[in-house]
């Protein structure tokens, strides 16, 4: 199913929709501040195993990351972050970045890497966030079963024709991005550089 939702003003009765899918245990494609993602909810296991089998990956391998509303998540789904660290989070989200930190007991296991370690987005996206919000938990994350973006997958509809049939709603949000967030690993408690992307690392570095 294709499903549209305005940018900026997602309508609420389309909004339930998703949401109803996402706690029953579907599978969404869905648009981010950088480019379309694929998700489904973090607690929803058959699920995760079901986007593993799509992206033929190891579960117990893959690097998924998580979509938060905001910053009051983070004590839910990570250990305590360091203030330096922290305000780091603060400046640069909502943002195109992906924030790598020590996992707690709230993340399910399956989506737990071998690290104990977990990847914080909020992405400035108003269509993310509201899912999200009225989810009420965050949504694991990855890009979608192609090996790199181009235009056409910018196109929702050309997403819709080759992916439709995986999963069980995309959303229309617009035009998507072809660059992924910037990654920053901060389980050290000092900031690294792991994969530059949309997000400019000399603004929260």
Request: aromatic residues 8%; negative net charge.
């Amino acid at each position: 199913m294709l499903l549209e939702l305005h940018p900026q003003n997602p309508n609420p009765r389309n909004l339930k929709q998703v949401v109803e899918c996402l706690k029953n245990g579907g599978v969404i494609i869905y648009p981010t501040d950088t480019v379309y993602g694929m998700g489904c909810d973090i607690f929803q296991h058959k699920a995760v195993e079901r986007i593993c089998r799509i992206k033929d990956l190891d579960p117990r391998k893959a690097q998924f990351s998580f979509i938060c509303h905001d910053l009051s998540h983070l004590s839910d789904y990570t250990k305590s972050v360091d203030t330096p660290i922290f305000r780091i989070l603060k400046r640069a989200l909502p943002g195109p970045y992906t924030f790598i930190l020590p996992a707690s007991r709230e993340v399910p296991k399956i989506i737990k890497t071998r690290k104990d370690t977990v990847g914080i987005r909020v992405p400035d996206n108003v269509i993310c966030q509201s899912i999200v919000r009225d989810l009420g938990n965050p949504l694991m994350s990855t890009s979608l079963p192609i090996d790199y973006y181009i235009e056409e997958y910018t196109d929702p509809e050309i997403i819709h024709e080759k992916f439709g049939h995986l999963v069980d709603i995309v959303i229309d949000g617009g035009v998507g991005g072809m660059q992924f967030s910037t990654v920053i690993d901060c389980t050290s408690g000092v900031p690294e550089l792991v994969r530059e992307g949309l997000g400019s690392w000399e603004a929260v570095a």
